[in-house]
């Protein structure tokens, strides 16, 4: 997720019209909708790791909407600096297909 620095909108905008247009690009929109589906985890008591990355995701949720804080309050530095992640990517196995 890019977070631009939230606590300073450009001149002509305001904060809340800032974070609207950040909250719906394409890219933000996805990443939000699957954290606030990890986050709806909490409290299921299924495994204690899941209640973990539950209660994380909701931390980055809040970190993005809140313009006190910023992303690298809840995310370590290194998994924010942008880089072609595929080329270190291992191709699965098996492809399982119908």
Same mark, same amino acid.
């Given at each position: 997720?890019?977070?631009?620095?939230?606590?300073?909108?450009?001149?002509? !905008?305001? &904060?809340?019209?800032?974070? @609207?247009?950040?909250?719906?690009?394409?890219?933000?929109?996805c990443?939000?909708? @699957?954290?606030?589906?990890?986050?709806?985890?909490?409290?299921?008591?299924?495994d204690a790791n899941?209640? !973990?990355?539950?209660r !994380?995701a909701?931390?980055?949720?809040?970190n &993005?909407f809140?313009?006190?804080?910023?992303?690298?309050?809840?995310?370590? !530095?290194?998994?924010?600096?942008?880089?072609?992640?595929?080329?270190?990517? &291992?191709?699965?196995?098996?492809? &399982?297909?119908?």
């Amino acid at each position: 997720m890019k977070d631009t620095d939230a606590r300073e909108p450009p001149a002509h !905008q305001s &904060f809340s019209t800032g974070l @609207i247009i950040r909250q719906n690009e394409p890219r933000n929109r996805c990443i939000l909708d @699957i954290l606030d589906r990890l986050a709806s985890l909490e409290g299921l008591r299924w495994d204690a790791n899941m209640e !973990q990355v539950a209660r !994380q995701a909701m931390r980055i949720r809040s970190n &993005f909407f809140d313009n006190t804080r910023v992303l690298e309050d809840c995310i370590p !530095q290194v998994l924010l600096v942008p880089g072609d992640y595929r080329k270190d990517e &291992f191709p699965p196995r098996f492809v &399982f297909a119908d």
